[in-house]
């Protein structure tokens, strides 16, 4: 333990966890303001993007070092989420 009652590995979590709210709040703000602007370009490149993520993690030339098990599971989650991204925007626009 720190002086300030924080594990050190946990610290270590905490911060990467801290960094990935922001980019995901980055990101969030980005998705938004291109669904204002451009919705229909933007849910047409989301679904692009789920394709593509769809074949790089169904081959074995993305996450070379996950079994294909894992690859799917990576890849169905990635899908999910995308999915889940626009539906949110949807709403929040």
């Known amino acids: 333990m720190s002086d ?6 946990k610290a270590a979590a905490i911060r990467l966890r801290a960094r990935l ?7 969030w ?3 938004v ?3 204002k602007t451009r919705p229909a370009e ?6 692009s993007e789920r394709a593509r993520c ?6 074995t030339t993305w996450a070379k070092d ?3 098990a894992e690859r799917k ?3 169905e989650e990635v899908d999910a989420g995308l999915a889940q991204l626009i539906e949110d925007a949807r709403q929040e626009i």
């Open 42 to 47: 933007t849910e047409a490149y989301i679904a």
């Open 73 to 75: 599971m990576l890849a």
């Open 54 to 59: 769809a074949e790089g993690f169904g081959g």
């Open 29 to 31: 703000f980005g998705l």
């Open 4 to 9: 300030d009652g924080i594990d050190p590995n």
């Open 21 to 27: 709210a922001v980019v995901e709040r980055a990101a």
């Open 33 to 35: 303001h291109a669904m």
């Open 66 to 68: 996950l079994t294909d």
